[in-house]
């Protein structure tokens, strides 16, 4: 597929899963700047890094919420660029404005993650969806060569699938915090990863997980809405979002640094399943720094890994739980 095209454009701010899939294509990642409104991309940024060489585009929908692309459609068009949409945050999810259409069949290609923390989490896979015969295409000869699981594969995911479902039991979400060996949510860069068909017996509870996602997505949508009406707003940047929507994890920005790292850190020791999110934009991580060999300032991207707190929003979550998250922003922020 255009041969003559090596570069895809992600932004710079999202995870480093993006990068070690772009290097494993023999591409090579190109760095754009995010904004700060639905966490896409800065598109004068986007518009001064695509040119002839671009294959792709990768835009990435944060915490679930669909970013707004019909200009980088058009400009994927004129640039005879593909759109790919990351949905892996966002399986299920709509776009607000058009409810008919989901979250990761607008572009040529998506892609969903039924990884840990994703909206169907068994831990691993994920589902490809493909608009361009062309991507179809291609994309049927590499799953045909795909190697099958091993048999015995299925007894070893069973055991650890149950060890997991421990952790999403809501009275013991607070572990793994505790528990910093175990890496859950961690930001991690794999520059080799195995490929293969996948499980029977993990596509058989991905649909069965599927056919409760409307009742949870519900659920999140509440939780969403909730806290855009709750948490007051002097502390809190919620830009031009939507308050209710089914985030996989409702995201705050809270402008004051110092403020925003005693809020989490209080959410975090008090074991309320908050998290910061990406520490640093892509070519500031360790690992990262190096491969991508990119010294380039992402303003926002930095802007928003100094500032972004995310807030469980899963059906395990408890009025009285929402209500301890409140206490301790408020607080927090009062006491500024």
């Known amino acids: ?35 700060l409104q639905d966490f896409g991309f800065f598109y004068e940024d986007l518009e001064n890094k695509v040119n002839a060489k671009t294959l792709a585009i990768i835009v990435v929908h944060l915490y679930g919420y669909p970013v707004q ?47 840990r923390g994703k909206p169907i989490s068994i831990m691993q896979g994920g589902l490809l969806a493909a608009q361009s015969e062309e991507v179809y295409g291609e994309t049927e000869k590499i799953y045909k060569d795909l190697n099958e699981c091993p048999a015995y594969q299925n007894i070893n995911y069973c055991f650890s699938l149950g060890i997991y479902s421990l952790f999403l039991n809501a ?14 949510g961690g930001t991690i ?12 017996v993990a596509s058989e509870i991905a649909c069965m997980m599927i056919s409760r996602l409307e009742k949870e997505q519900e659920v999140r949508k509440a939780n969403s809405k909730w806290f855009a009406e709750n948490l007051e707003q002097r502390f809190i940047n919620r830009g031009s979002r939507s308050g209710a929507y089914p985030y996989l994890r409702y995201p705050l920005i809270i402008d004051d640094r110092d403020l925003r790292s005693r809020i989490l850190e209080r ?4 074991g309320t399943g908050a998290t910061g999110s990406y520490p640093t934009p892509l070519n500031e ?20 890994s100094e500032s972004i707190v995310t807030l469980p929003v899963h059906s395990g979550l408890s009025a009285k739980d929402r209500e301890n998250i409140k206490r301790i922003i408020e607080q927090e922020g009062h006491a500024n």
């Open 1 to 35: 597929m255009k041969p003559d095209r090596k570069e895809v454009i992600i932004p710079a701010y999202s995870c480093p899963s993006i990068v070690s899939a772009t290097l494993k294509a023999g591409l090579r990642p190109v760095l754009c700047d995010v904004n």
């Open 267 to 270: 959410l975090i020791t008090e």
């Open 69 to 115: 692309f019909e200009q980088i459609r058009k400009l994927c068009k004129d640039n005879n660029s593909y759109l790919v949409e990351d949905a892996a945050q966002a399986f299920g999810n709509t776009l607000p404005d058009s409810p008919d259409t989901k979250v990761g069949l607008a572009g040529d290609a998506g892609f969903y993650s039924f990884g």
């Open 285 to 304: 991580l360790p690992k990262l720094r190096e491969v991508l060999a990119d010294k380039m300032e992402y303003s926002c991207a930095k802007i928003l």
């Open 171 to 184: 009275y013991l979400y607070w572990l793994p915090q505790m528990l910093p060996f175990l890496n859950l």
């Open 189 to 200: 860069f794999e520059p080799e990863f195995e490929t293969s068909k996948g499980l029977g």
